[in-house]
């Protein structure tokens, strides 16, 4: 019988059963993970291969590294996590891959792995927008979460307030029109000398400064904007620290990395608390790689207990890439029969929640 056939008796099937199992993959950047799901919230297993290591060296990822390495690692990473979880290959009912936005040979190596599991094994194939995932991680960790609410998604390529009106139906309130939140910390934590990826470095080394010794900009733009822009922030930290070296001044990384965060945070809590207050819910999420520093998850509960808002965050290792909120993102889509067909290609800088749906005011 053709692949597709099968695939609607599949479906079919699905409705009588109580226990769906999916299998989940995530190969977008320099992780690859690979976890196992089921009823969309328990996560059996969730194993990720980090290969911040070997970019290290680098400053930064190196596209072609990354997908060479995840061309070795996903069918161990893959094995481990059904072994894990305790699941027989054929005991999935479906396979979940984040298909973009991300790096194109990454994303490929995932997408390729998840077509050739789903033919052989005659299962429905759900691609993943990355950013849907990361917003999916709150559902895993809060078991009672229900849409709607507001998101902000702050990782190393996004920077998007969404407003999330239900199970896969998003509107876009607000963007950064530059650099995204992670990459600004990437970036800075360069110049700083500290190692690749910035952001836990500056997280930490932030403790033991001061905040409030260097007066950053903060981009809040016009009235009710609630666009981001990191750029600025990101250029006057560079000539500071130029500054000073020219004058052959010493400084305090620590407090320079504490003013820096405090500006970036200053930004995304007011605004995420403006857009929550305007759009009129009562329920704030946290969601994306940056998501996991503790300055602004300690700041956006003080400011949400005192606005009165309901917060919710993942923890730190389901902020950074997993593929636990590619499979829970996944089983949302398959219940409302949003699958894909063999033919699925990689879009590496197109997001669908984020690209294709309506500015909304
Ligand atoms: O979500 P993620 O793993 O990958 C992308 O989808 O981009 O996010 C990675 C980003 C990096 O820029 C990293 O520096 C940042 O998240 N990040 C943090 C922290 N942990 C990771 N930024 C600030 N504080 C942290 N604790
Ligand atoms: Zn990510």
Request: charged residues 20%; proline residues 4%; hydrophobic residues 40%.
């Amino acid at each position: 019988m053709a692949y597709f056939d099968d695939v609607k008796e599949r479906l079919e099937a699905l409705r009588h059963k109580d226990e769906i199992i999916i299998l989940g993959i995530e190969t977008s950047c320099d992780e690859t993970s690979a976890a196992v799901v089921k009823n969309g919230r328990m996560v059996l297993s969730n194993k990720i291969s980090s290969q911040v290591g070997l970019h290290r060296q680098y400053g930064g990822v190196v596209p072609e590294i990354a997908s060479r390495k995840h061309v070795e690692v996903i069918s161990p990473i893959i094995d481990q996590a059904l072994e894990e979880a305790g699941v027989g290959i054929n005991d999935l009912d479906c396979i979940a891959v984040t298909f973009g936005p991300g790096l194109v040979g990454a994303l490929l190596v995932g997408l390729s792995v998840a077509k050739a599991l789903a033919y052989a094994l005659r299962l429905p194939l759900v691609g993943v927008d990355h950013i849907e995932g990361h917003i999916s991680a709150n559902y895993i960790a809060h078991p009672q979460l229900e849409p709607p609410f507001l998101c902000l998604v702050v990782s190393g390529g996004h920077t998007h307030l969404i407003w999330v009106k239900d199970y896969g139906e998003y509107a876009l309130i607000g963007q950064t029109r530059d650099d995204a939140a992670g990459e600004a910390y990437d970036k800075v934590a360069r110049a700083l000398g500290l190692s690749y990826p910035g952001g836990p470095a500056i997280d930490s080394i932030a403790r033991q400064g001061n905040p409030e010794a260097v007066q950053f900009p903060r981009a809040y733009m016009e009235g009710d904007n609630f666009d981001f822009s990191f750029s600025g922030l990101k250029t006057a930290v560079l000539n500071y620290l130029n500054t000073l070296e020219q004058r052959d001044q010493s400084y305090s990384i620590a407090d320079i990395a504490a003013s820096f965060q405090q500006a970036v945070v200053d930004v995304l809590v007011d605004k995420t608390i403006a857009a929550a207050q305007k759009i009129g819910t009562t329920k704030i999420a946290l969601a994306g790689g940056v998501a996991a520093n503790s300055s602004l998850r300690e700041r956006m509960r003080q400011k949400a207990q005192e606005c009165g808002f309901e917060l919710y965050y993942p923890p730190p290792v389901l902020c950074t890439d997993n593929a636990a909120m590619i499979a829970c993102a996944a089983y949302y889509n398959l219940m409302k029969g949003k699958i894909h067909d063999l033919f699925l290609t990689v879009e590496p800088s197109f997001s669908n929640i984020v690209n294709g749906h309506a500015q909304c005011g």
